[in-house]
């Protein structure tokens, strides 16, 4: 539906390099990376925001099949959101949802039904007589969400739109888009750095590093199998280590690792488990048969994240980190230096190739 | 003033500060307070009836007031394009615009004349229109225009930096053409800095005297009538007709001053 | 100046606005240029060895550079003060720095002669110290400092406003005194800025004629002679002095825009 | 060590109203509330940097019971740090860290040791000679650090900071902060908005709202036993509900609730309980005796948060949440309406008296 094709663009001081994505209708489709991957760049060079001082030579964007690539913004059929709201401050809540109604061909009537049925929708009949700086921060992206969605947009793109928001009013916007994608089948691209907002949200997506695409796939996969150390250490996957790899065994520094059955492993030289995939065994389940790797270290630390606890193991060098939650460690009374029995299963140990 | 340092007893590197600023006030106000004050109201009613004084006035205020227009209509797209776009020669562009502030005011005078002189193709050009430069109004349009021009670019193209380029990009996302968007969003949010730079403009060029003196004595403006009363009659004889300039001056002042401060309230 | 539009297919927006601000651009370079290049090399030459422009072009720049100078030591602590306190009178302090744009320019030059007069308390002061300002270089200055002034404040107070307030706390949290704190971090980060504002001072006193012309004819200055030049003998004998007077204008021109831009990049 | 007493500070839009704290020698203690709360004002007071247009009458501030409410900032022998670091970007890291020596009587010998102890400590070695604008946002709050830290300040105030880092920087930080505070006993005041960072790091701290403290004590017993609703939804307690309180019992939308032999609950009128308080029991351990609340309800939401679940469970009209890890999900097969067992321990479930 929305396919970027060997897309370039260079800037002085910055540049995307072959970018190609392609995103299907009705997706809700993530554009990941750390603060300056160019994932904002690259947003609104779909949306047809192109700094008057980049290149020419850019590839294609194609919105159903029509080449978008040099039509500008207003006639690209598409909507954005960003972080700020960016509502127009001189015009009420009201005006700023209705302002792009007199660009479009819209019956009148179609276009009031539509505007109730948002207003109810997304809660704002309060605030339409008011102006936006007297709003609070989850108000205006609500209003900025309506001033979109009136339009109908073919796809809904959204730069960080929860970022700048309080934690409280984070959530009720995740809800929402969440609502939204689900009940009006919208198309959302959405641009984040922040990977549980994307894995609650997305359904596929892209991670983005110093301008180029460096894995894309279902969020799920990317988050379980990642192809890099660096998406794997974005991903937050913190058991990443270097390893020599030999069939279905891994073994890095001397300790044995078991691995699922599966080919095309001759090349890869690093293996990652999440955190949450190593369980504390209670000595008497210690051979639970769905754990096939099983392994004796000691506590060299806990550090407390609220109704979790971080937990490193260190089994003869190799240092684990596991996730466990409170009653589990208050179930064995562990500390600093406790002898514990962890277990992860084959399937959860996932390897790649990095080249870094 | 005592709030200066309310809050904290040991301000006194602040009140130090002040105290070593106030003769530059001083410098500033005593000589205009002293002229405000100098001539009696009856002489003040007087110089307002004679009507070389009336005619002078209004002169000043209609060409200056015909400098905004040509500022306005051919500025403001000039300061939007320097507010959004960067291109090559930008920087050469924006030199020129602040280049009047720079040259000495007689000399602004001579170069326009020059202009219009006969062996030259632009004097022959102008010659063939039908357009006087020397003693006209025209002339002093043109001057005024020139030493008024740069105030209302630069205070009009801070206006529009100031409306955030992500306002326009939505306008756009939203389906209004560049032109709909300039009305719709930016125009609304930067008219006060327009009419700001408007008021600079008019100021400026009500106070224009070194360049006006030369390419017209006469019709006389208001700062040339001044100045002649000063070398016919003497100081005592220019003091009233000064004092009515400037109450024109204070008054584009304080209605400067509201729009600045409204701004940024 | 292609490079406008590059990048884009469709900016006929930014080209429109672009051609309907050509006319201004030309108002401001035609006679400039006219003028720079009229005069031929050996009328330049000739006139720069003429004693009387020589010291009239010295005596420019150095009342010009006294005129800087006063700006600049009581400019600074008040232009800091405005930058960083809020206090009562504050937007009455800013009015009346900013007054000296907005008044003629004779009636500057009749303000501060009228400060002298003898039948005053200030005159008569100003007398018993032997201070003189009609037809002096302190008259000119004190004329020049009072037209510079505005320049040189409201560029170096924007120049402290741009230093965060923040770095000036840490600097006092890290046991550094308010002057400490303002010699080690606040005028290193600002002098680009206060430079700038020098410079602008001394272009605007450089440039100045309508009050310098009243309070002194002679000894004269470089606008002054410039225009009795013209006055006496028309405007092919003024242009070699205007364009000396223009170069010394351009090169602080280019100086300015150097620091300008240093400043942004 | 650090005690504000009846401090009051007014400013035309805001104030802080009858603030009282007492820190003490080498404790991490963290001011938390909402944007606008306060917080970072109240901080910038205890370091003395008061706005030029507040109020005088504003209690007192002793520092090892010296009076120090009317001194300026750089006699007050606190140092502080922020969150933009708020580096002098004219100097090197180096003259950065060293600007402050001068104005204290330091041997240099001691100061040259010191240096190179916390060049160590906080490895910035390789960038001495940097300027700040070349620095990544960790790096700079490293230096930022380094600069206070040299002069043995009595505290070290931080303002909020980790919030303007990258997830990356933001755990390196936090576990420096960790460390620093831990080896070298210095004594933190930290302000934040974000609850699991102060739970990591804060031994004790206080919540502020529109410019009051309306709670202090124990982080873990803050977040535990929050004393009203604002607090109670601050701190991520996502079970909150009115109730009506009779001796060990409460009612809530009808249903019964155990709670644990307490006085002083006569005038309470809301329950709350941590969402990981509650488990998921299987059907053959509903009767595990520790746990003494347990409930038949329906899941009628789940979302997926990366490597747990919220779960919302309806039992009777009154909609419990709870955390459960994927595991516990898959083991028992759960989907939207499946029936479950639910159940926590009276001891989990906190009252109080909310007045609003």
């Known amino acids: 539906m929305l396919k970027v094709s060997n897309f370039h663009l260079n800037l002085p001081e910055f540049s995307l390099k072959n970018i190609n994505l392609e995103i299907k209708k009705g997706e809700f489709f993530a554009l990941i990376g750390p603060t300056g991957s160019g994932k904002s760049l690259l947003l609104e060079a779909i949306m047809g925001i192109i700094p008057s001082n980049s290149d020419k030579n850019r590839g294609k964007i194609y919105l159903h099949d029509r080449d978008i690539t040099s039509l500008p913004p207003e006639a690209r059929g598409l909507g954005i959101v960003y972080q700020d709201s960016a509502l127009f401050p001189h015009l009420t809540a009201l005006q700023n949802i209705t302002f792009g109604l007199k660009y479009h061909k819209v019956n009148m009537d179609k276009a009031r039904k539509q505007l109730d049925f948002l207003v109810q929708k997304l809660g704002i009949g309060h605030l339409l007589d008011r102006y936006p700086p007297t709003l609070s921060g989850g108000e205006k992206q609500r209003v900025a969400l309506a001033r979109v969605l009136i339009l109908n947009p073919q796809a809904i793109l959204l730069d960080e739109p929860l970022s700048a928001l309080d934690p409280a009013f984070q959530e009720e916007i995740r809800e929402l888009l969440k609502s939204l994608h689900q009940e009006l089948k919208i198309t959302f691209v959405m641009v984040s750095h922040n990977f549980p907002e994307v894995l609650y949200l997305a359904g596929s997506g892209a991670i983005i590093h110093q301008g180029k695409i460096v894995q894309q796939g279902k969020i799920q996969h990317i988050f379980h199998h990642p192809n890099s150390c660096f998406v794997a250490n974005f991903v937050g996957i913190k058991n990443v280590f270097p390893a020599r790899i030999n069939a279905n065994k891994a073994f890095t520094n001397g300790v044995e690792i078991k691995l699922s059955p599966e080919s095309g492993r001759q090349n890869h030289n690093y293996l990652s488990i999440r955190p949450e995939e190593i369980i504390l065994l209670s000595p008497d389940r210690a051979r639970d048969n769905s754990v096939d790797n099983v392994f004796t270290g000691y506590i060299t630390g806990i550090s407390c994240q609220g109704f979790y606890f971080n937990v490193f193991v260190d089994v003869q060098g190799v240092k684990f980190q596991a996730i466990w939650s409170q009653k589990d460690m208050a179930d064995q009374g562990l500390n600093q230096g406790s002898k514990v029995t962890i277990g992860f299963r084959s399937k959860a140990v996932h390897t790649f190739r990095d080249k870094g | ?265």
């Open chain 2, 1 to 265: 003033m005592n709030s200066v340092f309310s809050g904290r007893k040991k301000d006194t590197f602040f009140l130090l500060l002040f105290l070593f600023s106030i003769p530059l006030i001083l410098l500033i106000i005593l000589p205009l307070g002293k002229m405000v004050t100098g001539p009696d109201l009856v002489d003040l009613a007087r110089t307002i009836k004679d009507p070389q004084v009336i005619s002078a006035l209004f002169r000043s205020i209609y060409t200056s007031l015909a400098a905004v227009l040509i500022s306005f209509v051919f500025g403001t797209p000039l300061a939007y394009l320097l507010a959004r776009k960067s291109f090559k020669g930008k920087k050469i562009i924006e030199g020129i615009i602040d280049l009047p502030i720079m040259i000495p005011h007689p000399v602004i005078g001579i170069a326009i004349l020059g202009l219009a002189a006969r062996n030259t193709i632009i004097g022959q050009f102008l010659q063939t229109m039908g357009i006087q430069i020397m003693g006209t109004h025209t002339g002093i349009i043109a001057v005024l225009t020139f030493v008024g021009l740069p105030f209302y670019i630069n205070t009009a193209k801070a206006g529009f930096e100031a409306v955030p380029l992500r306002l326009e990009h939505v306008s756009r996302s939203l389906g209004a053409r560049p032109w709909q968007t300039f009305y719709r969003v930016t125009l609304p949010l930067a008219w006060r800095n327009m009419v700001l730079g408007m008021i600079m403009c008019l100021a400026r060029a009500i106070s224009e005297f070194g360049a006006v003196v030369i390419v017209a004595y006469h019709p006389m403006t208001a700062p040339v009538l001044i100045y002649e009363r000063f070398t016919a009659y003497g100081l005592k004889y220019s003091q009233p007709v000064a004092v009515w300039l400037i109450f024109v001056s204070l008054f584009l002042f304080v209605l400067m001053r509201f729009f600045a401060r409204e701004k940024t309230s």
